[in-house]
């Protein structure tokens, strides 16, 4: 087994471990408790979940998806998370072989895993995850893979301002501009709905969303993410107006479409596309 193989098994590993700490925050940021103490366990008991029942996947298949003491249901989202985890963190370094882009799309990967089954659970997309999310893809831009920000905007804009010799220029231009846009665009959205409809359309969770998604991603992706997430939201809204399981009344969790279109965009958005500049 190769030293890379090697590497690629553990860190998919971590990723599931990772995953369980991930079903720890989609439980508690909601009800706005911490995710570090007390330590895992059973909520509908209280148990403290033992360290050999907490191994992902392997535990929730052998307690049979059930609690050690009560026996209730444990639900089926927990494997799920740690696998979901598990693969992106595999797909990252699969993709960008352990350079600085594997570790910056783990993370990011992590975030919108939790925003997903958060807004699908509460519909609400928590500022403590958003916000920092927007600050932490700003800052881990100049680590981000550069062909994200190699869009014609951001490589015009780097000339204008005169910033070609400045390392990192270009990334925290692109990551400027792709949170200034995936937010901006949807808080005109909202605006325009409110004033038309005269209630809300879109949360400003999705607006604060985009944001995040655009630091990380850029501008052509969130482009793209926006236009996918929104097709994707279509495509599950009407047939449930279809079968008259919802209504134009009905509110949809936006963020779980934008979460699965970011991660499609992430992975095959520049190839979708096929609309980049070399680096000259």
């Known amino acids: ?70 026996k209730t249901p444990i639900s089926m989202q927990y494997p799920l998370v740690e696998l979901l985890t598990g693969l992106a963190f595999f797909a990252s370094a699969r993709v960008w072989a352990f350079n600085t882009p594997t570790f910056v799309n783990s993370l990011f990967l992590a975030v919108i895993i939790v925003l997903i089954f958060t807004d699908y659970h509460h519909m609400i997309l928590p500022n403590v995850l958003t916000i920092p999310g927007t600050v932490a893809g700003l800052i881990l831009c100049p680590f981000q893979a550069l062909p994200l920000y190699l869009g014609i905007l951001e490589v015009n804009a780097v000339s204008l301002l005169g910033l070609h010799d400045l390392p990192f220029a270009l990334p925290l231009i692109g990551s400027v501009i ?68 919802a209504d134009l009344q009905t509110k949809l969790a936006f963020g779980v479409s934008l979460g699965i279109a970011a991660a499609a965009s992430l992975f095959w958005g520049l190839s979708v596309l096929n609309w980049y500049l070399p680096v000259q």
Request: hydrophobic share 50%; aromatic share 12%.
């Open 1 to 70: 087994m190769s030293i890379y193989t090697l590497l690629l098994v553990f860190y998919t590993l971590f990723g599931l471990i990772i995953g369980s700490f991930l079903n720890v925050c989609i439980y508690r940021i909601p009800l706005r408790k911490s995710v570090i103490s007390p330590g895992s366990r059973c909520t509908q008991c209280g148990n403290p979940v033992k360290p050999y029942d907490n191994i992902p996947i392997i535990s929730w298949l052998v307690l049979r998806g059930k609690c050690r003491f009560c």
């Open 178 to 245: 792709g949170a200034l846009f995936g937010g901006g665009f949807l808080y005109v959205v909202a605006f325009f709905y409110r004033m038309l409809r005269h209630r809300e359309g879109l949360g400003m969770g999705d607006v604060k969303m985009m944001m995040m998604i655009g630091a990380f991603l850029g501008f052509r992706l969130v482009l793209l993410t926006i236009i996918a997430g929104s097709l994707l939201t279509l495509i599950v809204a009407v047939p449930m107006q279809l079968v008259g399981k």
